[in-house]
């Protein structure tokens, strides 16, 4: 007998239904997010697209100022041709990660600067998507767009020069990078924020950020060479360590390492959330004051 009056059966809970309405509306919530999510990748594909040439012609001028960086290794008196050959590998995955690591800041910092000369930077902040979301799409598509790049990078100069990587792993090369990547993101969402903060010159501070990070990453030189501060200092960099485990894949074949994985992994938990919060903070006070679409 269906429960009701003189029924003996209890009474049925509506537990269930509400328990499968709030899984529904997850469900959808969830789904809404990942198409923003995509959106906001096929959005920077389409602006790749239109500026290619562009693009062109800063990927020779990255080409061409790897070269200055590596031939400096055929400058050095007194080395033998393997030597030679180790000395300018190192500067090339140095110059090549930097590469990556610069377009990443470059997606990043500039996320603000492009809703604003596309004219869609209200649409995007009131558009029903988290910012985490928004600004993980922009690195996502960051990410994708620096690995070809540097991979480009990396294969032109490799043969300009004649650099030979015998026992390379570039798997477990690749593998830290994309680790890396996490961590490189959660930073530049903090630098993202600067173009709020300052339309006119929050950009160009962007960029001050990254090149702190180049001074003490160990980017062309060892770490060990720098003030004991210096170094103390680095331990914060997460290219530090992309740095030295990419190195030591190349030139000596080694595998993915713990002790360059877990520090990546403990910035990258940090990094995110802090970078978060940093970024809200700035969206309140450019709507507040009245930055949020203003260009100067």
């Not at 049925?12 to 509306?25: E, I, N, Y």
């Not at 110059?95 to 649409?123: D, K, N, P, Q, S």
């Not at 961590?183 to 950020?209: D, H, N, R, W, Y």
Request: hydrophobic share 50%; with cysteine.
């Amino acid at each position: 007998m269906s429960s009701g009056v003189g029924s003996t059966e209890p009474p049925k809970s509506g537990g269930l239904g509400f328990a499968g309405a709030g899984a529904g509306r997850f469900a959808l919530e969830t789904r809404n997010q990942l198409v923003g999510l995509f959106g906001i990748v096929e959005r920077n594909m389409y602006l790749t697209k239109r500026y290619f040439l562009w693009d062109l012609a800063f990927m020779v001028w990255t080409i061409a100022n790897t070269l200055t960086i590596v031939f400096i290794a055929r400058a050095i008196p007194g080395i033998t041709p393997a030597e030679e050959n180790t000395a300018a590998t190192a500067l090339l995955v140095g110059a090549t990660i930097w590469a990556f690591l610069g377009i990443i800041f470059e997606f990043m910092t500039e996320t603000v600067a492009w809703e604003r000369w596309e004219g869609t930077i209200e649409y995007t902040f009131m558009a029903p998507l988290s910012r985490f979301v928004h600004l993980f799409g922009q690195g996502a598509y960051a990410v994708l767009y620096g690995l070809i790049r540097a991979s480009i990078l990396f294969v032109a100069v490799a043969a300009f020069i004649g650099i030979h990587a015998p026992q390379a792993n570039y798997g477990a090369a690749l593998a830290l990078l994309a680790i890396a990547s996490v961590s490189f993101i959660g930073v530049g969402i903090m630098t993202s924020v600067l173009p709020l903060i300052s339309p006119e010159k929050g950009a160009q501070l962007g960029f001050v950020c990254q090149g702190i990070m180049l001074v003490v990453s160990g980017v062309y030189y060892p770490v060990s060479v720098m003030p004991e501060w210096m170094q103390w200092i680095s331990k914060f960099s997460p290219a530090t360590y992309a740095l030295r485990g990419d190195r030591a894949s190349i030139l000596h074949g080694t595998g993915l390492q713990w002790a360059d994985v877990w520090p990546l992994l403990i910035i990258a938990v940090l990094a995110t959330p802090i970078g978060l919060a940093v970024f809200r903070v700035g969206e309140r006070h450019a709507k507040r004051h009245g930055k949020l679409k203003r260009a100067g």
